[in-house]
Each structure stands twice: as structure tokens, then as C-alpha cells.
């Protein structure tokens, strides 16, 4: 009897891994997600912020909005970051705007999300529940992982000590630190462990958020040297979160509770629900395939959570291998496209990694000083000396547009976005396809599933023509520009320029993920 060979396999139903599955099933791929949680557990909040680029995915697999009415903060309720003595002391300084949650309209058609990890993962569950071709196998874990010249073989097995084989053409490690699949492929972290130990607390308290005198903000970062750390609501109805910054352990809840008290400055009611140490990790592996294997998100790279960057560059990597394994499986994109996943995502990981250590390098117990816990003139004095240095200090941490939307893969991607806070949306090979209104439509709302060429429609005939002649799918959409510019399935561009006579040039290098040096300077795009 012939094996039965799935297209895809992927280990680990964490949001990436989900996220490549919604990758795939948009692109009418069939796959198996491999999970040993049955359940989604919320007591642990993990990521709590989802950025507009991730909200960009998230708006074209249709699970935007689901997202937002399931966040228990909206973007609208605060985008505020307070630096405090303690919680229900004195502010110092404040930041506004935080995280892309008032994203520019002109910049973007979405913005960033609070809402924590388990809430994603949970919305992602359920739309993966409906969709064609998806077979979710949570209560099963990966115990073998196997390369062979034609497939790849992962052997599953539950808590009933069931097993199965299961034999995919690529398998994918969304298995996070310790990946079976990483480990499979001989790949190795390289970096180190970073920065002080911590402390996650997740209690609940009714009587906190009424004795707050500050506006409503996502993060409170308790500058008190006896007790630095930072504090935050994970809905309206009392429950937060807090990080103890260089505690290293919890003893017990007694300890957890005093913490708590600690830093928010008063004896309050608490109700501890769950404690987890850690300690920052800026790593990176070696390779990202080997094979028919391939590794994304934590499997690939850990770095600090300081920016809300880690989960948001897993879902990065989900959609970038997505859609060149699709075209793979498809039969119009060589094998030769899956190799620029590693080279297109190690270089944006080794970019957030850096970021993340600059920030960790003014966390709460580096900001802290005791003049800032005196009071009148004194503290009056010390705000006014220190509030602007921490503004400076903290910024790039929550303002990092250049990061988030301007990241690319061509030659001149880092001309957009010349420092993380910093984004100069231009059309030019590898970039994001900068946000505009057609027809009164966002553009990205217009592309089509696979490739899509803009540009009137004499100027883009020898591409369509090629692309039809080689059944590579393309859609058009006619405007007026002088330029023909051709967006992967991605929203990056593949190709800019004015002549697409060279039609077949182009599309060889775009489906094997190959930018054309510019023969021009780029263009700053007109919003």
C-alpha cells in the first residue's frame, strides 16, 4: 500500500505554529498540527501585545476583528505607559502612544492589539476548527522527528500511550526552546542568557484599579529601588499583571502577595493565580532548515519580551515559510524559494534580538533612584531632571514603527527605517508594500491570494502573460502608476519598476525569492 504523505506536518499549535497553519489553509494547503495541550490555560498571559503588522496578517486570514472583540482592552482605552513611584504613588513621567495602538491611519489600516497570548492562540483555535484541510491534533505530542530523501516521518503519541506515524512532506518545529525538530535538523542556539532575573506574577484584586490617580494605562513602571518592576490590567474587571524585576524566585504565595503590595504601594486584596521566574535569552539558531525540516519562532530564536517583539516576529516567520511552502506544494515555485526563508528571517530576528537587549539595558531597577521616592520640592526637582531622560531612554521601546512596518528583505530595506522608531514607507524590491486607499479600499484589502501586479494594464501585460504561461497565479490591479510593482503573497514587494519587458526575468526571481538590485533610486511612497 502507498504511504499516505501529508504536505505539511507542523509540531507545536502555539499561536506560530497556528499561524502557519492559517498561512497554509488560505492557501488551500492540507495539515496536521501537532499539540499535547488539549486546551488553551489563561492564568499565564505570556505575549500581551499584537502589533499592526501581525493585526495586517491577522486582518487577511479574517480574524482581526473575531480578535478584537475577544481583547478585553480595546486600543482605544489607553495607549498610555505611566512611570510611577510605586503604583498608587506619585507619576514621574509618562509615554503616549504606545506599542502602535494609534497607529496612523495614513500608515496602516490596522493597529496594535493588547491582548494576551492565550486569547490569540484560543481565536486561532477556533477559526483553524472550521477550515478545510486542517486536522488538529491536540492531546498528541511529537516523540520522533526523521528526515528521509522524500519526506520527513514524526512519530506522535498521547497520554494513553497511542501511537502514530505520520509521514509529510515538510515538517515545521513550532516547538518552542526545547525543539525536538531543531534538535532533528543538528541545529544549535548560539547567543546567551541575558539581564537580571524576573518574576511573572498574574493575581486578581478588586480594589486596585479604584485607588490608581493615574489615567488608565497598559504598563506602570514602579521606579521604587526597594521594589522596581512593572504592573499592568489584563481586562477591566481586575485581573493584572506584574513582573518583580530581579527576584529570582517566588517561596510562596505569601511572598508573591508581597511582592504584589510592593509595588503597588498599598495593602490591597489579592488573589494570586499563577508565578513563573525567568530570565531573558538572546539566542539564535544556526540554520532555520535542513532538509524537509524547518524551525520558526522560539524553536528559532528567543529574545527579550521588553517591546513586545518576540511572538509578533513568530508570526513573521509563520507567514513568510507559509506561503513559500504553499507555492512549493502548489507545483509553480522551485524548492529553491523554501531556502530564502532563512536567509530573508535571520537578519530581521538578529534586528529584534538587538533591539530587545538595547531595551533591557533601562529596565525599571535601572531607572529607579531614590530622590525619586522623596517628596515636595525635592521630588518636584528630581521629576523634573530625570522625567526626560527616561522619556528619552524609554521611547525606542514603545515607539519602534520602523521595526514593525519597515522591516524588509531586498538591498535598501534599512533606508525605510534607518532607526526602530523610524519608518519612511517606500516602494522599492523586498519592502512592505506601503498602505493606500484604492478605490476607497485599503490596498492590501485588494491583493490577490498569490502574487498580484499593480500598474495600468499595457505597462503589466508581459508580466501577466508570462505568469499565465508558466501557471504561476497573478492577479491585477489597474491604477494609474507610471511604475508595474509586483507584491508576493506577503504584502512585500518582489519588484519595482517601469519596463516589465524582461517579464520572465522577473518572475524567475521572485519565485525563487530573489531581489533584483535597483536600477534606480527607490521611491518614498506617496500616502
Known amino acids: ?257 508581597q511582592l504584589v503590595r510592593s509595588l503597588v504601594g498599598a495593602d490591597i486584596d489579592i488573589e494570586i493565580l499563577a508565578t513563573d521566574p525567568w530570565q531573558a535569552r538572546l539566542l539564535l539558531a544556526d540554520r532555520y532548515r535542513n532538509g524537509h525540516l524547518f524551525i520558526v519562532g522560539d524553536a528559532a530564536h528567543q529574545n527579550p519580551p521588553w517591546g513586545g517583539h518576540g511572538f509578533n516576529t513568530g508570526i513573521g516567520d509563520a507567514v513568510n515559510l507559509g506561503w513559500k511552502l504553499a507555492a512549493v506544494v502548489a507545483g509553480w515555485a522551485p524548492e529553491d524559494l523554501l531556502d530564502s526563508y532563512d536567509v530573508e528571517r535571520r537578519p530581521i530576528e538578529e534586528q529584534t534580538i538587538a533591539l530587545a537587549s538595547s531595551n533591557m539595558a533601562a529596565l525599571s531597577v535601572d531607572l529607579s533612584n531614590p530622590v525619586l521616592m522623596t517628596t515636595g520640592a525635592e521630588f518636584e526637582a528630581a521629576r523634573e531632571g530625570l522625567g526626560p531622560a527616561i522619556q528619552q531612554m524609554k521611547s525606542p521601546e514603545f515607539h519602534s514603527p520602523g521595526l514593525v512596518l519597515g522591516y524588509g528583505y531586498g538591498p535598501t530595506s534599512r533606508d525605510q527605517s534607518p532607526t526602530p522608531a523610524e519608518y519612511l514607507p517606500t516602494i522599492a524590491a523586498g519592502n512592505r508594500l506601503p498602505h493606500r486607499l484604492i478605490d476607497s479600499r485599503p490596498i492590501h484589502d485588494v491583493l490577490g491570494e498569490w502574487f498580484t501586479v499593480i500598474g495600468a494594464a499595457d505597462a503589466v501585460a508581459p508580466l501577466l502573460s508570462a505568469a499565465s504561461a508558466r501557471v504561476i497565479p497573478i492577479t491585477h490591479v489597474e491604477t494609474g502608476d507610471t511604475d508595474v510593482i509586483l507584491v508576493r503573497p506577503d504584502q512585500h514587494i518582489a519588484w519595482v519598476g517601469t519596463d516589465a519587458a524582461d517579464a520572465i526575468d522577473v518572475l524567475d526571481a521572485a519565485v525563487r525569492g530573489i531581489f533584483p538590485a535597483p536600477a534606480e533610486p527607490a521611491k518614498e511612497a506617496v500616502l
Not at 501585545?49 to 495586517?56: A, D, K, L
Not at 492589539?113 to 476548527?129: F, K, M, N, S, W
Not at 531543531?182 to 539581564?195: D, H, K, T, V, W
Request: aromatic share 6%; proline share 7%; net charge negative.
Open 1 to 257: 500500500m502507498t504511504e499516505e504523505v501529508l504536505p505539511v506536518a507542523i509540531i507545536g499549535g502555539g499561536p506560530v505554529g497556528l499561524a502557519l497553519a492559517e498561512e497554509l489553509t488560505f492557501h488551500g494547503v492540507a495539515v496536521a498540527v501537532i499539540e499535547p495541550r488539549t486546551s488553551v490555560e489563561h492564568s499565564r498571559p505570556r505575549a500581551k501585545t499584537t502589533s499592526v503588522r501581525t493585526m495586517e496578517h491577522f486582518r487577511r486570514w479574517g480574524i482581526a476583528d473575531r480578535l478584537r472583540a475577544v481583547a478585553p482592552l480595546s486600543a482605544e482605552w489607553s495607549q498610555r505607559v505611566t512611570f510611577v513611584q510605586t503604583v498608587t504613588g506619585r507619576e514621574v513621567t509618562h509615554i503616549d502612544d504606545c506599542l502602535g495602538l494609534t497607529a496612523a491611519p495614513d500608515l496602516t489600516p490596522e493597529r496594535a492589539q493588547q491582548v494576551t497570548q492565550p486569547l490569540v492562540e484560543q481565536t486561532l483555535r477556533d477559526h483553524l476548527a472550521g477550515a478545510d484541510g486542517v486536522e488538529l491534533l491536540f492531546g498528541w505530542r511529537a516523540v520522533e522527528v526523521s528526515d528521509g530523501p522524500d519526506h520527513a516521518t514524526v512519530v506522535i503519541e498521547n497520554d494513553d500511550g497511542d501511537r502514530r506515524e505520520i509521514a509529510a512532506r515538510w515538517v515545521v518545529g513550532a516547538d518552542g526552546p526545547r525543539s525536538l525538530v531543531r534538535e532533528a535538523m543538528g541545529a544549535r542556539y548560539e547567543g546567551s542568557i541575558g539581564g537580571r532575573p524576573n518574576v511573572n506574577i498574574t493575581f486578581r484584586s478588586d480594589r486596585l484599579a479604584g485607588l490608581i490617580p493615574h489615567p488608565p494605562s497598559i504598563h506602570y513602571w514602579v521606579l521604587n529601588p526597594e521594589s522596581p518592576g512593572v504592573i499592568g490590567p489584563l481586562d477591566r474587571n481586575g485581573t493584572w499583571w506584574a513582573i518583580s524585576t530581579g527576584t529570582a524566585q517566588v517561596d510562596d504565595t505569601a511572598h508573591a502577595e
